[in-house]
């Protein structure tokens, strides 16, 4: 009976450790665990594409962790959309600004899709439940 208890006592606070799921099969008479499967699914891929009228300053940034994507930063992609990923925290919320040469809102302008817009539409707020797809749309005024 104690080595019952013992077992549980270790899935539960390897549970209570990883704050993730736990699946562990254990035989009710044995002394020992078969086996603990922890899952930890962390994060998840967010893909950004750059469209539109952008020119070699035209990109967008994150915070965190630290994503500029579009212009000079990806020459070798044919597309006209310009795409790149990055890996973020599940329901963390990031930040993405738009990047422009001039006055957002004079100049050029941004739309964004997937995302909910701050600071006027220059910026937008995303949290990720799972796999997630941002476009930023630019347009010169």
Do not use: H
């Not at 994060?43 to 035209?58: C, H, K, P, S």
């Not at 940034?61 to 500029?68: E, N, T």
Request: aromatic letters at 8%; proline letters at 4%.
């Amino acid at each position: 009976m104690a080595s019952r208890v013992f077992t549980g006592l270790i899935a539960a606070a390897l549970w209570a450790v990883a704050g993730m799921a736990l699946a562990a099969t254990a035989d009710p008479v044995a002394t020992t665990v078969d086996g603990v499967t922890v899952v930890a699914d962390l994060d998840v891929r967010l893909v950004v594409a750059v469209g539109g009228d952008i020119g070699e300053n035209t990109y967008v940034a994150s915070a965190p962790p630290g994503l500029a994507c579009g212009g000079v930063q990806y020459q070798y992609m044919t597309q006209s959309n310009r795409q790149c990923w990055l890996r973020i925290k599940r329901r963390t919320p990031v930040i993405l600004t738009a990047q422009a040469n001039g006055r957002y809102g004079v100049d050029w302008s941004v739309q964004w899709v997937g995302c909910e817009p701050i600071a006027n539409g220059a910026a937008c707020t995303i949290t990720a439940q799972g796999e997630a797809q941002v476009v930023a749309l630019f347009t010169r005024n």
